[in-house]
């Protein structure tokens, strides 16, 4: 893949300098020579809502940087059933560092477009550059976070407090505007109701209640089943029971 070089004297590749992942996600560690050498073994790709981007127990060869889109993470269990772990929006980082199989099945819960590069060009960047590890190890610790909060509310909310979370959790990652004091958002369900279920701990049915009561008590807006549309951010998150 050819890199065409800026025309400042930054030298950031053209591949890298609109995309949200040099911002703020890891790759904002790297210099502009990193990025160069990152852009010339990277490729970015779209992938269809649907499409296993990583399965469990597969070889891990390469990482990606989320650059648009919800992938879903889950694990399976023997008889088939499926736990839906987590979710990650743009611009995370998808993959485990050094681990050689993957623990988790990675799946693209919509639309997703993705910054690919190999397994050993990041692990050998992350050595050389302490940045890119730092940037790595937050994320992890953000994740181990959001874990905990996760188990909290699986075990202590109710039904209605954990849709609420899920929405907020929605909100704040995929309308670029519901920043933490946005006031309103707008934004598609990236799950279906069976996966948001599996998410919280529910059944499909008591999901369906609980946002056709949201709907009622005009918290939120629902159109198209799917679009979601919250005029007022503060009722929703009051309703979280944090």
Same mark, same amino acid.
């Given at each position: 893949?050819?890199i065409r070089?800026?025309?400042h004297s930054? !030298?950031?590749?053209?591949?890298? +300098?609109?995309?949200?992942?040099r911002h703020?996600?890891?790759? !904002?560690?790297l210099d502009?020579?990193?990025l160069?050498?990152?852009a010339?073994?990277?490729?970015?790709?779209?992938?269809?809502a649907?499409v296993?981007?990583?399965?469990d127990?597969?070889t891990?060869g390469s990482?990606?940087?989320v650059?648009?889109?919800?992938?879903?993470?889950?694990?399976?269990?023997?008889?088939g059933? +499926?736990q839906?772990v987590g979710?990650?929006?743009?611009p995370?980082?998808?993959g485990?560092?050094?681990?050689?199989?993957s623990?988790?099945?990675?799946?693209a819960?919509?639309?997703?477009?993705?910054?690919s590069f190999?397994?050993?060009?990041i692990?050998?960047?992350m050595?050389?550059?302490p940045?890119?590890?730092h940037?790595?190890?937050? +994320?992890?610790?953000?994740e181990l976070?959001?874990?905990?909060?996760?188990?909290v509310?699986l075990?202590r909310?109710?039904?209605?407090e954990?849709v609420?979370s899920?929405?907020?959790?929605?909100?704040?990652n995929i309308?670029?505007a519901a920043?933490?004091?946005a006031?309103?958002?707008s934004f598609?369900l990236?799950l279906?109701?069976?996966?948001?279920g599996?998410f919280? !701990?529910?059944t499909?049915?008591?999901?369906?209640r609980?946002l056709?009561?949201?709907?009622a008590?005009?918290?939120?807006?629902?159109?198209?089943?799917r679009?979601?549309i919250v005029?007022?951010m503060?009722?929703?998150? +009051?309703?979280?029971?944090?």
């Amino acid at each position: 893949m050819s890199i065409r070089q800026d025309v400042h004297s930054s !030298g950031i590749p053209v591949l890298c +300098q609109s995309c949200e992942a040099r911002h703020r996600g890891v790759c !904002g560690a790297l210099d502009a020579d990193q990025l160069v050498g990152l852009a010339k073994t990277s490729s970015k790709h779209q992938v269809e809502a649907g499409v296993e981007l990583v399965g469990d127990a597969e070889t891990v060869g390469s990482y990606s940087n989320v650059l648009s889109g919800v992938v879903k993470l889950t694990k399976s269990l023997s008889d088939g059933r +499926q736990q839906v772990v987590g979710l990650q929006f743009a611009p995370d980082f998808l993959g485990r560092p050094f681990k050689a199989e993957s623990e988790i099945n990675a799946e693209a819960a919509t639309p997703v477009a993705l910054c690919s590069f190999p397994k050993t060009v990041i692990e050998r960047m992350m050595k050389e550059s302490p940045g890119l590890e730092h940037r790595l190890l937050k +994320q992890a610790l953000n994740e181990l976070d959001e874990a905990r909060d996760w188990i909290v509310m699986l075990g202590r909310k109710s039904a209605s407090e954990k849709v609420a979370s899920f929405l907020v959790l929605i909100a704040r990652n995929i309308d670029p505007a519901a920043n933490a004091s946005a006031p309103s958002a707008s934004f598609d369900l990236p799950l279906t109701r069976s996966d948001i279920g599996d998410f919280l !701990g529910l059944t499909t049915e008591t999901v369906s209640r609980q946002l056709t009561r949201l709907r009622a008590e005009r918290v939120i807006r629902i159109e198209n089943n799917r679009h979601v549309i919250v005029d007022d951010m503060k009722r929703l998150e +009051q309703r979280c029971g944090d």
